[in-house]
Structure formats: C-alpha cells, structure tokens
C-alpha cells in the first residue's frame, strides 16, 4: 500500500538538479527554482519508522511538499548473474512507497558478486546471456516496486569481444522485453562515443526515444596520454559544449523531457549549479512552444 504522506507527483518535463547533501541546507533555506530533484536512493536507506528515518531523511521529506522528486539508485546491480540482493531490494521498495517519487531508475551495470558490494558500476559484455541476466532483474525490480522502472545506458572505457549487439540493440530490446523505461545519460554517449570511436547520433536514432523518461548531463573530465585522449564520466565540472549540443540534437529527436544537471565531486556552490540548470532549461524551451510535458510512472 502507498505511504499517504505524498501523493504522486509528476516530474515536469523541465530542467532539475541532483541534490547532493552538501547543498541541502541551502536548498532548504533559499527554495531555489527547480522545476524537480532527483536523490541517489542508497543515501536514504535508514530505518522507517513512525518517528521519521533521521535528520537525511527528513529533509528530503520537507523538499518533498515542494518539489517533484525522481529517485536514482546506484546500488541494485541489474547485472548480476546471481539475481537482485532481497533486503536491498525491500528497503528500496520501502522508501518508494515512502516518498512517492515520479520516476526511478537504475543503471545498466553490476556492482554485487558473492555478497560483496564494489564500490563502482561495472560494464556488461552486450550478450544473449547478459541481456536475458538484466531482463530477469528488471522484471523481479518491477514487480517489487510496483512500478515501471528506468534504465540508464552507461559510459564505459573498454569493450568485451564476442559481444552479439550493440549498446544501443541491448537497451532497445531490454525495453522491449520488460517494459522498462530508458534514462537517457547524453554524457555517457558522448563519452562513450569518444572513447570508442563511433558516432553518436546514429546511436541516438537506433533507441525507442518513446521509452525515455528522463535525461542526464553532466561533466567529464579529460584524460590525456601520449597515445590517447580518454573522456571519463566524473560529474566533477560543468558540461561540455559538445554534451550540450547533443542534448540539443535529442530534443530535436525525442521532444520535450525532463533534463537533469547532475554534479557529483568538487562540488561547487550551489548558484553554480543552478546555472547549469537555467542553460538544460533554456535548450528545453527552445523546443517547446507548450506548457511542459509531465513524466510519472505509477
């Protein structure tokens, strides 16, 4: 049964920030604009009882009654041969049923083997095997949650040989076989895409842009070495004018979506970020002469 403390609330097809908890207390007393927030969901998996879940928790609630709210996880590990973690998963769904986000998602990755957390998101090799792994994972996350879910493509630095489709066919077919939804991260493309060395927009073109709910920029950093350039996702700087210009080409392609900002390490003031904010916001009102679009997944 659904927490009554929220109802649902729709994210807006407009622009939002991730809200680390650095910047809470400013958030908490300026109420910036933002059209919505989105939270990592792992850092608000404490005890839920009457009382309340402690003073993170409770913050997030206050910001709740005035903002949309989309939960991201970074811990479920959709890739893991072995199946989703039990307890993580319930204390998860807990806290959907707690806050009422308007989306969730999770990323393409694995990150648990044997019971051991790692510390980081770890590609898949794009097989028959892994995909029908991912598929198994995202049905059982789903139905836990009562919910549809979004998957987020990742950015990735190597490749598995002997793969059998491409990122962009394994995310189209995940959606087909599930009925998840897509976070698109355009940041990762464009990482990806430069690490790898292929083009981006085709692989914008081969994905059901219907299924995405949400969409991600950020920051990376440029790695360079005497034999390469290598472009790591490290949400630790403004975003590129090339992330921004394919943001642009996937409006052009999907339409109106709600953008997020996201800014994870050297994190800077919080008027910084806000004006990462105000330029996904301008490129979203570029291509929409409508009042904005709402995504919502009950």
Same mark, same amino acid.
């Given at each position: ?53 402690? !003073?993170?928790?409770?913050?997030? @609630? ?6 949309? #709210?989309?939960?991201? =996880?970074? %811990? $479920?590990? +959709? ?81 598995? !040989?002997?793969?059998?489709?491409? @990122? ?6 995940? #959606?087909?076989?599930? =009925?998840? %939804? $897509?976070? +698109? ?114």
């Amino acid at each position: 049964m659904a927490d009554l403390r929220f109802a649902p609330a729709p994210i807006p097809a407009s622009a939002g920030i991730g809200l680390r908890h650095a910047h809470v207390p400013d958030f908490l007393a300026e109420r910036p604009a933002a059209g919505w927030i989105e939270v990592h969901s792992e850092n608000y998996l404490v005890p839920l009882g009457p009382a309340g879940g402690g !003073p993170r928790l409770q913050a997030l @609630e206050t910001l709740r009654r005035d903002y949309p #709210v989309s939960c991201h =996880g970074v %811990g $479920l590990s +959709l890739g893991s041969a072995d199946g989703l973690d039990p307890a993580h998963l319930r204390r998860l769904a807990d806290l959907y049923r707690r806050i009422q986000p308007g989306l969730v998602s999770e990323h393409l990755a694995w990150s648990v083997a044997d019971g051991t957390y790692l510390n980081d998101l770890l590609p898949l090799p794009y097989t028959e095997e892994a995909l029908q792994t991912v598929a198994r994972n995202v049905d059982r996350a789903q139905e836990a949650f009562g919910r549809q879910i979004l998957v987020e493509n990742p950015s990735s630095y190597i490749a598995f !040989p002997g793969a059998d489709m491409p @990122e962009w066919d394994f995310l189209a077919e995940l #959606v087909r076989r599930t =009925g998840c %939804g $897509l976070l +698109l991260d355009v940041n990762n493309i464009h990482v990806s895409a430069h690490n790898h060395g292929f083009d981006p927009d085709p692989y914008l073109d081969a994905l059901p842009l219907d299924a995405v709910g949400e969409i991600h920029v950020a920051g990376h950093f440029i790695h360079e070495t005497p034999a390469e350039t290598l472009l790591i996702d490290d949400h630790g700087s403004p975003v590129s004018d090339a992330v921004w210009a394919l943001l642009a080409r996937t409006l052009a392609r999907a339409g109106r979506r709600p953008v997020l900002v996201e800014w994870d390490t050297e994190l800077p003031p919080l008027s910084v970020l806000m004006g990462e904010r105000e330029k996904a916001e301008s490129l979203l009102l570029a291509w929409s002469g409508t009042e904005p679009e709402t995504r919502h997944v009950a």
